[in-house]
């Protein structure tokens, strides 16, 4: 009875208690260390950015703005430093991400122009295997061919290299404003060239009359696009301008041209994707390569009818306002 009476030890209750805190301590620990872990995957590139660089791959890759510049500078404005950080590293899931956002604008492109691609692949089969060139759509197919080998060798040799030592905001943005005044050239050798047609009495120069010679000048300017802020299209197009071709034609070759070379790197960068760098990305990825797609065929379908009247102009404005700015931003 005196036992039973005696006072317990104070000290019980505090260790009880001492315990279960530790314990509820561990528990939420490793559930919020789990929960960082996802959240880590995640924060790599979250499905808002995915969808924002996706629209803009397909707009700019095709409108001559660069779209590698400004997947560069455009995460730095908005302060994406994940992004930031990973652009320039030899090995990222940056490089994996960018892509599956090529893939899906080669796509729009293959779906826009299916009918001539229909008739181009058709042609360099029958004129391969023939020996001949006798249609037009034959001599597009191999000019195609040509033009397409500069930029295809020279990528696979040094893209990588190019992409980790430019894929900087300042450098992107220096390239910008060069790019600008790349268009406003364009712009005047168009202008020299209507001058001597008209004082000449010269018809234009026609898409079908490009020789072989001139195609490989043009793929070669293709070239200067691996440097990001240097448009795909826009330098293209302004080595067909030189050439002496209208709007129209240096567009069609131009969008013609950027098919196979969007469409066969990534491709061949698809691994990236499929391997540890698209680790936490696949999703997101898929995302925006769906947002590329629609916005490059919407984006070809309103160029193509655009430069059958306009002009390059705005676009060199464009670059060289937006690239000025950006200059002065992260200088």
């Known amino acids: 009875m005196i036992a039973f009476l005696a006072p317990r030890p104070r000290y019980a209750p505090a260790v009880l208690l001492t315990s279960a805190h530790h314990f509820a301590h561990i528990m939420l620990v490793a559930r919020w260390s789990?929960?960082?872990?996802?959240?880590?995957?995640q924060s790599k590139i979250t499905f808002f950015q995915a969808v924002v660089l996706g629209l803009l791959q397909g707009v700019s890759e095709l409108f001559p703005v660069s779209s590698l510049g400004h997947a560069v500078v455009f995460p730095a404005l908005f302060h994406w430093h994940n992004l930031v950080a990973s652009e320039s590293k030899p090995e990222s899931f940056w490089l994996a991400f960018v892509v599956a956002l090529h893939v899906g604008t080669a796509l729009a492109l293959v779906a826009f122009f299916w009918r001539d691609w229909k008739a181009i692949v058709g042609g360099l089969v029958h004129s391969a295997l023939s020996r001949t060139v006798t249609t037009s759509t034959e001599r597009l197919g191999w000019l195609l061919v040509v033009a397409t080998i500069p930029a295809g060798i020279t990528g696979l040799i040094f893209e990588h290299e190019l992409r980790v030592l430019f894929s900087k905001p300042l450098a992107a943005s220096i390239f910008l404003v060069i790019n600008g005044f790349i268009l406003f050239g364009g712009e005047v050798a168009r202008r020299r060239a209507e001058i001597r047609e008209r004082r000449g009495h010269l018809p234009p120069r026609e898409l079908k009359t490009l020789d072989f010679k001139e195609a490989g000048v043009i793929g070669t300017a293709q070239v200067l696009a691996l440097l990001a802020g240097i448009s795909r299209s826009g330098i293209t197009m302004v080595a067909g301008l030189i050439r002496g071709l209208?709007?129209?034609?240096?567009a069609r070759f131009s969008f013609l041209l950027a098919t196979p070379v969007i469409l066969l790197a990534g491709l061949y960068k698809?691994?990236?994707?499929?391997g540890t760098l698209g680790n936490g990305v696949r999703g997101q990825a898929l995302v925006g390569a769906l947002c590329a797609f629609v916005a490059a065929l919407i984006s070809v379908r309103f160029l193509t009818r655009y430069f059958k009247t306009r002009t390059l102009w705005p676009f060199g404005l464009y670059c060289l306002v937006m690239g000025t700015f950006c200059v002065v931003r992260f200088a």
Do not use: F, R
């Open 246 to 250: 209208d709007y129209k034609d240096a």
């Open 34 to 41: 789990g929960l960082g872990h996802a959240v880590a995957q």
């Open 270 to 274: 698809i691994p990236d994707l499929l």
